[in-house]
């Protein structure tokens, strides 16, 4: 009988790099059940595996938290794994040990599996995995998954404790309820274990202040944070309008005037000539000056997404924001929603409720 391995961790993290490590192409996306959220499935060796969404506690707040949640307390839900996978990453381990602090009362046996051991190297962090193993009581990998180092003893750990997995047994059944209002009680006890474990591990000594960090020092600064945004978001739009014009001008004269010359040496004048020059070749060309100043501004913005930007601009952006009913992730769909109107919808998903969707679509 197959069993459910699932990933799970905090949001960027490097799961999604595990999965593709894993299972290949032998994969597909789903929809987490009674939700529009997508999740990888995949398949290893016989054996489901599943990339739940990232997750920081069971205290969720957003869809995709709540549909990781669901199926680790939810033993009928078809991604309810056999075996977890905690990926946590290298630079900032403390970060999972609250997740894992809770994961721990699942009576689910877990992986730890220690991601961008690369940039831990480069930094010249010495992660001792034994001593990491030994503390936490769970076996613990240290990988690079874009060289795929450390994947192979990861597979075979898995095949190990996949041998030992009984699937016929009963499961422990959660109130879900229940289970989120004891984590909340026992909010302190947590904190109090993750400061003893950091204490041991010497974690101080391994989260050390990055160039990220102090990046995000100045950008996240109250007054220099706000005013690099207004920057950022002139330049983009300078960006996508400059460099649209002679775009735009050459649609507009002589793309256009070629078009409809020699469509009126084809055809004589008439009805027939006048719909499709005023209709279709107009309504043609119309649109295809949008496409210029929409394709750069996607450009930035994935520029912007990919340096980090976007996620520091949601956070300065958060105080505004909420004086209009909204959140600081509001304003990736507004900024979207200045290019076109369907895929700044479409980027509401990423949004914690229903009711900030609705609100920042209209």
């Known amino acids: 009988m197959p069993k459910t391995i699932a990933l799970v961790g905090n949001p960027n993290v490097g799961k999604s790099t595990l999965f593709n490590s894993l299972t290949g192409q032998n994969q597909k996306i789903i929809n987490a059940p009674g939700t529009t959220v997508t999740v990888n499935k995949g398949w290893w060796q016989g054996n489901i595996v599943i990339d739940l969404p990232g997750l920081i506690s069971f205290i969720h707040n957003s869809v995709d938290e709540k549909v990781a949640v669901d199926a680790l307390l939810n033993k009928n839900n078809v991604l309810n794994p056999d075996l977890i996978i905690l990926v946590a990453d290298a630079m900032h381990i403390s970060r999972s040990l609250y997740l894992l602090a809770q994961l721990k009362q699942l009576n689910i046996p877990i992986v730890l599996v220690v991601t961008m051991a690369d940039i831990a190297r480069k930094r010249q962090m010495d992660l001792d995995v034994e001593k990491i193993s030994k503390i936490l009581k769970l076996p ?168 980090g930007y976007l996620a520091r601009a949601a956070l300065v952006s958060d105080k505004l924001m909420r004086g209009i009913g909204l959140e600081g992730n509001s304003i990736l769909p507004i900024i979207i929603g200045f290019g076109c109107n369907l895929p700044a919808i479409k980027a509401t998903r990423i949004l914690k409720t229903s009711q900030i969707r609705r609100q920042t679509a209209f």
């Open 140 to 307: 613990t990998i240290l990988i690079d998954s874009r060289e795929a180092k450390g994947i192979k003893d990861l597979e075979s750990l898995i095949y190990k404790i996949g041998r030992n997995l009984d699937t016929n047994k009963t499961k422990i059944l959660f109130d879900s309820k229940k289970f989120i209002a004891e984590t909340k009680n026992n909010f302190e006890t947590n904190i109090k274990w993750v400061a003893d474990i950091e204490k041991k591990l010497s974690i101080s000594n391994i989260d050390k202040l990055t160039l990220s960090d102090r990046i995000d020092k100045v950008l996240l600064n109250k007054f220099f944070g706000s005013v690099f945004f207004l920057i950022i978001l002139f330049l983009v739009f300078q960006f996508s309008t400059y460099i649209s014009f002679p775009i735009i001008d050459f649609i507009d004269g002589p793309a256009r005037n070629f078009i409809t010359d020699n469509f009126s040496l084809l055809f004589s004048t008439g009805v027939w000539q006048n719909f499709v020059l005023s209709t279709i070749i107009a309504t043609i060309f119309t649109l295809l000056e949008f496409v210029s100043p929409i394709l750069f501004i996607f450009i930035a913005l994935a520029i912007l997404e990919n340096c």
